[in-house]
Structures are given as C-alpha cells and as structure tokens.
C-alpha cells in the first residue's frame, strides 16, 4: 500500500521507526515531516497527509503527535477522511473493521515502539466488514 506519514516534533523519532516499520513490511511510505525535532504545529503535517489520502494519492495515512489527540481532529477536518485514534492494537483493528478509518493516529508519548508496531500490526492485518458498518460510514458524511 502506499502510506503517507507525519507527526509534529513530540511523533519524530517515532515517525522513523513507523516509516522503517513500513517499507519493512513490503508498502510504500512517504514523509510527509517534519524533518526535525524542532517545535512545529500538528495541524500543519495531519492536514498534508490527510489532503494525500483524500486526493488518492496514497491509500492510507499514519500520524502522531503527543496524544494522538491533535493530529486526529485535524484529520478528521478533511473532507473524506476517517482518522481514528488508537490506543492499542483492539482500537486499530475495530477502526478497520468498522469504521473503515483511513488515517491512523496514535500517541508517540504514551506508546514505545514496541507498542506502535503491535498497533501497526493490528491496522493493517484487519479489514473493513461493509455491511452494516457502511451504511453508518454513509451516514457521517453524505454525498452532496
Ligand atoms: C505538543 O506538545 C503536543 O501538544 C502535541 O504533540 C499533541 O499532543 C497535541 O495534541
């Protein structure tokens, strides 16, 4: 798959180890910053993966921050995107299964790296069921 990923300085060394994690793991991942660990704003970076994943120009988007917190409720504010916080690996696999999430975030303060490949792991060995779980996605954002 082809993942865009971004952080603010708090998810820098943690965005790293993800982009390690994910060519690793056989997908494509891109950068989308920052490139160091100097004081930046989320909205900044979960805004540019965000828009990518929204314009298909990547399938799915990861982000981090502190929390997980900010650079979710920037996501969420692009048109198309549904960008969960996970905080463990049961809340990624369920935002696959059934939300259809396409943007991951989580928490680059309260989880090791160890903990972020286990919610790696779960995002992307899960999928979406469909069914009833699509005619609630419907319901967040209606065509127009
Ligand atoms: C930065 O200190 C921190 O506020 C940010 O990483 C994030 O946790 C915001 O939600």
Not at 5 to 24: N, P, R
Not at 70 to 91: D, H, Q, T, Y
């Amino acid at each position: 798959m082809k993942i865009a990923v971004g952080s603010d300085h708090a998810g820098y060394e943690m965005k790293k180890h993800v982009l390690a994690w994910l060519v690793a793991h056989g997908h494509y991942a891109e950068d989308m910053g920052p490139f160091s660990e100097e004081s930046v704003d989320y909205p900044d970076f979960a805004r540019k993966v965000a828009e990518s994943v929204a314009q298909g120009s990547f399938d799915q988007g990861i982000v981090m921050c502190g929390t997980g917190i900010g650079v979710s409720i920037a996501a969420n504010k692009v048109s198309g995107i549904r960008a969960a916080l996970a905080c463990g690996p049961e809340f990624a696999s369920l935002a696959r299964q059934h939300n259809n999430a396409n943007v991951l975030c989580f928490s680059a303060r309260f989880n090791d790296n160890a903990a972020a490949e286990k919610i790696l792991e779960s995002w992307f060995g899960a999928e979406f069921e469909g069914g009833r779980h699509q005619r609630r996605i419907d319901k967040i954002e209606p065509a127009c």
